[in-house]
């Protein structure tokens, strides 16, 4: 059991080697961590916390570590923190000045949260569950020949080249994308599929590339995230040596790195920590993640998240994150047109 004082040393052990990544001995809690107590009691204590299993120590002579539960201790005792009002400040004006589209915002995401934590940063794309229609369009190509242009919300847009079985002048196009907005604008592909709208031959075939371009998008699982700042944890002593990160760089190859650093359902709202082997797969294990959702739940939201040794300054990291994923779900939610929704 985790007394007041023996949690006090086991924070202060904590942030010594998150700091120097160095065990830290007893003699050092005693000489700087102002407790009041002697070097004996401080030596009894982290016994005792070693004997519980939030201290390991590497080699009989050598300080202590804190393990997967000491971290676990040492986070959840975090107090609420913000990021500081002049980095939330320099974050906002950043995002004022680029340009208005998804991929630049993620992007940057991923960038600004890699370089404030200093460790790995992965963005995804916002996924919708149920792709929604905004908006189509027919462009002439040839006499048989046009370019259908599909904008789904979110700022996705998808082209398919059909071929209609007989010649089709631009303004009978027209007139077919302006029927088909009206009636199936703002709908999923469900929706439409259950429309009772009466449709000609042509517009039909219209309909059927309409409707595989949103089950093709419907049934993606998974797209390239943005991921930034390997530079940062290849300079980390813990990765210094070995395979792991080499392991790491052949799940993203994969196309899996995504998939394994982020929980099949995130617990709660907000921002979620999974510490060493607290991931499920194996190659994660000695790294932590720092996860959030952004966007909107019912309609497109992604994930972001850092991934760095289970020695991470979680103390700016879950802020970081956690401004960061408040920012996207502005920017998404002023994309849906729902910059008020609560």
Known sequence: MVTERSGRILNYVIRQYITDAIP????????????????????????????EG?????????????????????????????????EQYLISHTFHQVEKEVETWLSLTASLLARLTQNVAVVSLPKATDS???????????????LIVVVLEGATVRQKLITFDEAVKQPDLTAISNK?????????????????????KLEKNVGEHLDEIMSTE???????????????????????????????????????????????????PGV????????????????????????????????????????????????????LSSVLNQLIRGLYGKENRS
């Not at 088909?180 to 000609?200: D, F, M, R």
């Not at 390997?230 to 799940?251: C, D, V, Y």
């Open 24 to 51: 830290v001995p007893s003699q050092a809690v005693a000489d700087k961590a102002e407790l009041g107590v002697s070097p004996a009691t401080i030596r009894n204590d982290m016994a005792q916390l070693e004997r």
């Open 54 to 86: 939030y201290l390991i120590r590497p080699h009989t002579s050598a300080g202590c570590i804190p393990s997967d539960m000491g971290y676990r201790y040492y986070v959840e005792s975090i107090d609420s923190v913000d990021l500081p009002r002049e």
């Open 132 to 146: 929604k229609l905004k908006h189509l369009e027919l462009i002439s190509v040839q006499d048989t020949k046009a």
């Open 180 to 200: 088909l907005n009206k009636a199936y604008a703002g709908l999923t592909k469900k929706q439409i599929t259950n429309s009772k709208l009466e449709l000609t």
């Open 218 to 268: 419907d049934g993606k699982e998974y797209q390239e995230p943005y991921l930034e700042g390997w530079h940062f944890m290849m300079e980390k002593p813990e990765f210094a040596r070995g395979n792991q990160i080499s392991t790491l760089m052949e799940l993203v190859e994969q196309r899996g790195l995504l998939k394994v650093i982020v929980p099949e359902k995130i617990r709660t």
């Open 272 to 323: 979620q920590v999974i510490i060493g082997k607290e991931n499920q797969n194996e190659a994660i294990q000695n790294c932590s993640v720092v996860v959030c959702h952004y966007g909107l739940p019912e309609e497109a939201a992604g994930t972001l998240a850092v991934v760095g040794p289970t020695r991470m300054p979680y103390t700016r990291t879950i802020p970081t994150v956690y401004y």
